[in-house]
């Protein structure tokens, strides 16, 4: 067997070849207690528990005493930011509290908790209260998860503790979190400490959580922000918006 040398091919000295190549630097959103800094492409949109069973009349908020319309106040702006979200094609997380029909994911604590005459498990007007595959344990419908957005069931308050989310974002190599949802100051704040010790960074736009109660909306968002940002940064959803464009016009 014998190998011939080809001649080496000859380019035209006045050939140029150009290569465009667009690099995004990161965006700057409008924050507390200093800007947020992010790459969209590294960021991820995360919708805690914007579950009927919260948000709508007849639901388990509801049947607590609680005023369901403080929480509802946040649907718009979250619906808002979901579209600018998916417009710039940023990765969407839904998560929803809630148990196995036979409640073996439910710690006893948890069940016994505040001798409720109708609680976890129990029959209400929406089906049984907090069980997967409920009517009232599914995401309304102003912000219903699109066929290719994951879905994070969980049975504790942090998205974070016995789900695959960090598995999630890791394979997606997601830096930071913009967090919406309810409650201020018990899914979402749990949510943003798991995140927090996690190493991502988070953003809270302050118009897209709600309590139950005025003074922990105010004070769980104080927290987030105080002594430089200690588990996040709090804006507004007109910020994070303004930002988004920037990616959704390019």
Known sequence: MSFRATKERE????????????????????????AFEFDPAATALIIIDMQRDFLEPGGFGEMLGNDVSLLRSAIGPIANLLEAARAAGML????????????????????????????????????????????GHDIIPELYP????????????????????????????IQSLIVCGVTTEVCVHTTVREANDRGYECLVPEDCVGSYFPEFQQVGLKMIKAQGGIFGWVSHSSQVIQALHQVIQI
């Open 146 to 173: 699109l066929p290719t957005e994951p879905v994070i069931d969980k049975s504790g308050k942090g998205a974070f503790f016995g789900t695959d989310l960090a598995l999630l974002l890791g394979n997606r190599g």
């Open 92 to 135: 969407v997380i839904h998560t929803r509290e809630g148990h196995r029909p036979d409640l073996t994911d439910a710690p006893p604590a948890k069940l016994a908790r505040g001798h409720l005459s109708c609680g976890i498990g129990d029959v209400g007007p929406m089906g049984r209260v907090l069980v997967r595959g409920e009517y």
């Open 11 to 34: 380019i035209p000295q006045d050939y140029t070849c150009h290569i465009e190549v667009k690099i995004m630097s990161k965006l700057q959103i409008e924050a507390e207690p200093y």
